[in-house]
């Protein structure tokens, strides 16, 4: 049964870091594409970070520049260290893997991120 849980969400002000964990089960997902979607109160889904099998990664223009993702294909894992975190930056973050880019198969449950004061 395929399974992938994030950690690491909570609470942070402003200008905080935190670092998501994606830890993937159930198959090897080494030639999956693997992203971070979120999911802000009243929003779209929107994804935030694609990181291919390779390590080429891609990242939407709001978080340039402050979040990096990284993965382990050998413990079938994914990471996302968000640096100077903004409000904007409040939602929930989704791992996702899929064989083509912009094409999830699987889904984890989500984790809280909260910017604020």
């Known amino acids: 049964q395929v399974q992938l849980v994030e950690s690491g969400g909570g609470l942070v002000q402003p200008g905080g870091s935190l670092r998501l964990s994606c830890a993937a089960s159930g198959t090897s997902f080494s030639r999956y594409y693997m992203s971070w979607y979120r999911q802000a109160p009243g929003k779209q889904r929107e994804l935030v970070a694609i990181?291919?099998?390779?390590?080429?990664?891609n990242y939407v223009d709001s978080v340039k520049g402050r979040f990096t993702v990284s993965r382990d294909n050998a413990e079938n894992t994914m990471d996302l260290q968000m640096n100077d975190l903004k409000p904007e930056d409040t939602g929930v973050y989704y791992c996702?893997?899929?064989?083509?880019?912009?094409?999830?198969?699987?889904w984890g449950q989500g984790t809280q991120v909260t910017v604020s004061s």
């Open positions: 990181i291919s099998s390779g390590g080429n990664t």
């Open positions: 996702s893997v899929g064989l083509r880019p912009l094409q999830p198969t699987y």
